[in-house]
């Protein structure tokens, strides 16, 4: 069933407008105010529970093996945690990670 221009272009708009009025209604309404301590002690945790959430899919289901689990990507994850866990450094860990998957997809082809 196709869709006119129009339908298509009203809800582009209408989901820009949307997107701008949630990021506003933090950075306008709340922007230039002192937040209270326990919910700057709580944002601290944003980055730490956001990044595994988008990475562990594309480790458990990598859309490269069509949804199956990879041992070369496991062991690349593994890598990655040891390493971050062991230097504390974010770098490293990243660099652990992708020499491990680079070195495992060479050795399983």
Do not use: K, Q
Not at 25 to 33: A, D, E, P, T, Y
Not at 51 to 79: K, S
């Amino acid at each position: 069933m196709p869709v006119s221009d129009l339908t298509v272009w009203a809800v582009i708009l209408i989901l820009g407008v949307g997107t701008y009025l949630i990021r506003w209604s933090f950075l306008g309404v709340l922007g230039g105010r002192d937040l209270p301590e326990w919910v700057l002690r709580l944002l601290r945790y944003t980055p730490v529970a956001v990044l595994p959430a988008l990475v562990a899919p594309l480790v458990v289901w990598p859309a490269a093996t069509g949804g199956e689990p990879d041992p070369a990507r496991m062991a690349a994850a593994a890598a990655t945690v040891i390493a971050g866990l062991w230097t504390h450094n974010v770098l490293a860990a990243i660099a652990a990670g992708g020499g491990t998957l680079a070195l495992m997809l060479y050795v399983l082809g």
